[in-house]
């Protein structure tokens, strides 16, 4: 086994105990609760959960999925995040290395998926995700590999200003708010961690797959889109595969 993925394996029990976290961070900052206080607990009985009960994944599993006091189901999302986490932290550290560029794309692919969370459920993307991700993206910057630092800074200017002129621009046009406060802050963080490239790439992969997955649905229902989930599924594959799909582009499409 080469060294990069024993150092993916290395980072999996990390990622999962952050993505335990990361199941708090997304169900209570919508909610402006503390993500401290009180200590990890049963939603419908309000029990505490112990801590060998709450060992990411495996907890669940040896619960069965349901609480030990109360025996009420526990979402099968808590396990899954859990393991999503593990595996993006394991991902990053064996696809880069022992390198700066393993963790700053570990924390933004973590920030992303605790973003989409947050958008499912409940239409609201946290500043915590968002403003905060993008002191993370501005500080990385600093890190050798990666953007840099002046390059984080236009992305970041450029990833709020485009989507602020197209919610303003909605609005004027459809009378209501088009573009939430939230997603406007959300691509300033992608633009801090990947540069002005990067937000362009990710709007134009977040509205595709927006229009095609759910679309049809918000035209059939009136439901609104939550943009922040694509818009973080679209940061996630031009994070790791914007090069290639530019590069694919410009030599397919607009090759002579």
Same mark, same amino acid.
Request: aromatic share 12%; proline share 6%.
């Given at each position: 086994?080469?060294?990069?993925?024993? +150092?993916?394996?290395?980072?999996?029990?990390?990622?999962?105990? #952050?993505?335990?976290?990361?199941?708090? %961070?997304?169900?209570?900052?919508?909610?402006?609760?503390?993500?401290?206080?009180?200590?990890? $607990? %049963?939603?419908?009985?309000?029990?505490? #959960?112990?801590?060998?009960?709450?060992?990411?994944?495996?907890?669940?599993?040896? +619960?069965?999925?349901?609480?030990?006091? %109360?025996?009420?189901? !526990?979402?099968?999302? &808590?396990?899954?995040?859990?393991?999503?986490?593990?595996? #993006?932290?394991?991902?990053?550290?064996?696809? $880069?290395?022992?390198?700066?560029?393993?963790? @700053?794309?570990?924390?933004?692919?973590?920030?992303? +998926?605790? #973003? =989409?969370?947050?958008?499912?459920? &409940?239409?609201?993307?946290?500043?915590?995700?968002? /403003?905060?991700?993008?002191?993370?993206?501005? =500080?990385?910057?600093?890190?050798?590999?990666?953007?840099?630092?002046?390059?984080?800074? /236009?992305?970041?200017?450029?990833?709020?200003?485009?989507?602020?002129? !197209?919610?303003?621009?909605?609005?004027?046009?459809?009378?209501?708010?088009?573009?939430?406060?939230?997603? /406007?802050?959300?691509?300033?963080?992608?633009?801090?961690?990947?540069?002005?490239?990067?937000?362009?790439?990710?709007?134009?992969?977040?509205?595709?797959?927006?229009?095609? !997955?759910?679309?049809? !649905?918000?035209?059939?229902?009136?439901?609104?889109?939550?943009?922040? /989930?694509?818009?973080?599924?679209? =940061?996630?594959?031009? &994070?790791? *595969?914007?090069?290639?799909?530019?590069? *694919?582009?410009?030599?397919?499409?607009? @090759?002579?």
């Amino acid at each position: 086994m080469s060294g990069t993925w024993t +150092l993916g394996l290395m980072a999996l029990p990390f990622g999962l105990a #952050i993505g335990s976290f990361l199941n708090v %961070c997304a169900y209570r900052w919508p909610n402006e609760q503390s993500v401290v206080s009180p200590p990890s $607990h %049963c939603p419908a009985c309000g029990s505490t #959960i112990r801590w060998y009960d709450n060992v990411p994944v495996l907890g669940w599993l040896w +619960l069965r999925g349901r609480c030990r006091a %109360c025996e009420s189901p !526990i979402s099968v999302q &808590y396990p899954l995040v859990e393991l999503a986490t593990g595996l #993006i932290w394991a991902g990053a550290f064996a696809a $880069h290395g022992p390198a700066w560029e393993s963790l @700053r794309g570990a924390v933004f692919l973590t920030i992303l +998926l605790g #973003i =989409a969370l947050a958008d499912a459920r &409940y239409y609201i993307i946290p500043d915590e995700f968002s /403003i905060g991700g993008t002191v993370l993206g501005l =500080a990385s910057a600093f890190l050798p590999g990666g953007v840099g630092w002046l390059e984080a800074a /236009i992305g970041a200017a450029v990833g709020f200003a485009v989507l602020w002129a !197209i919610g303003r621009l909605g609005k004027l046009a459809f009378r209501k708010d088009a573009m939430g406060g939230g997603d /406007i802050k959300m691509m300033a963080m992608v633009g801090a961690f990947l540069g002005a490239p990067g937000v362009l790439l990710t709007l134009f992969l977040g509205a595709a797959l927006g229009a095609l !997955i759910f679309g049809p !649905i918000s035209y059939r229902t009136g439901k609104l889109v939550p943009f922040g /989930i694509f818009l973080a599924a679209g =940061a996630a594959v031009a &994070y790791g *595969w914007g090069d290639a799909l530019v590069g *694919w582009y410009l030599d397919t499409i607009l @090759r002579p």
